[in-house]
């Protein structure tokens, strides 16, 4: 079992920036690829990002973004602390929503919106 806690949602003007991490249980964390996804009110889930698992030098530590956060976003992982992060920068109102922190032991799994596990959320707002 792997239990995730978001934290570091808030209000931030657009054009901000935001820092989300997610802390995680269990002693296997190295071996989860970890992901970011976030749903708007009245929208589906969407995947925002993801970081492989580091085992293996091919796929070690390697990222995947949605294309509406490329080059603003940045996902990083702590495997001595247990814990994923999500740096916002240049924030948008669009980018308003809840997020959720997701691991799965397939990256491929959460880039098609698939997770094993799922955190509870952390409100993300962006004014204008």
């Known amino acids: 079992q792997v239990q995730l806690v978001e934290s570091g949602g808030g209000l931030v003007q657009a054009g901000g920036s935001l820092s989300l991490s997610c802390a995680t249980s269990?002693?296997?964390?190295?071996?989860?690829?970890m992901g970011w996804f976030r749903q708007a009110p009245g929208k589906e889930r969407e995947f925002v990002a993801a970081?492989?698992?580091?085992?293996?030098?091919?796929?070690?530590?390697?990222?995947y973004y949605a294309d509406s956060v490329k080059g603003r976003f940045t996902i990083s992982r702590d495997n001595a602390k247990n814990t994923v992060y999500l740096q916002m920068s240049n924030l948008k109102p669009e980018d308003t929503a809840v997020y959720y922190c997701?691991?799965?032991?397939?990256?491929?799994?959460?880039?098609?919106?698939?997770?094993?596990?799922w955190g509870q959320g952390t409100q993300v707002t962006v004014s204008s």
């Open positions: 997701a691991a799965d032991t397939r990256v491929s799994a959460l880039r098609t919106g698939r997770s094993d596990y």
């Open positions: 269990g002693r296997t964390f190295s071996t989860y690829a």
């Open positions: 970081i492989n698992w580091s085992g293996g030098v091919t796929y070690w530590g390697m990222t």
